[in-house]
């Protein structure tokens, strides 16, 4: 192998090193944004009314 040959290589392996850091990155901050709009979309459910205590010996004669 010659000397540029080597030296090709390695250029290569460092662009691809630093487009592999690129990708993660812009990975991270999609599942960041994503989490943050799961969050919001949470908050936005209205909590639900509170359910009456079972009532003894009370029969529905309505239904």
Do not use: C, F, H
């Amino acid at each position: 192998m010659d000397v540029s040959a080597i030296a090709s290589a390695a250029t290569a392996m460092s662009q691809q090193r630093v487009a592999d850091a690129a990708g993660t990155l812009v990975l991270k901050k999609a599942l960041n944004i994503q989490a943050e709009s799961a969050a919001q979309l949470l908050q936005a459910i209205p909590t639900p009314p509170p359910v009456a205590p079972p009532s003894k010996n009370i029969i529905d004669t309505y239904a």
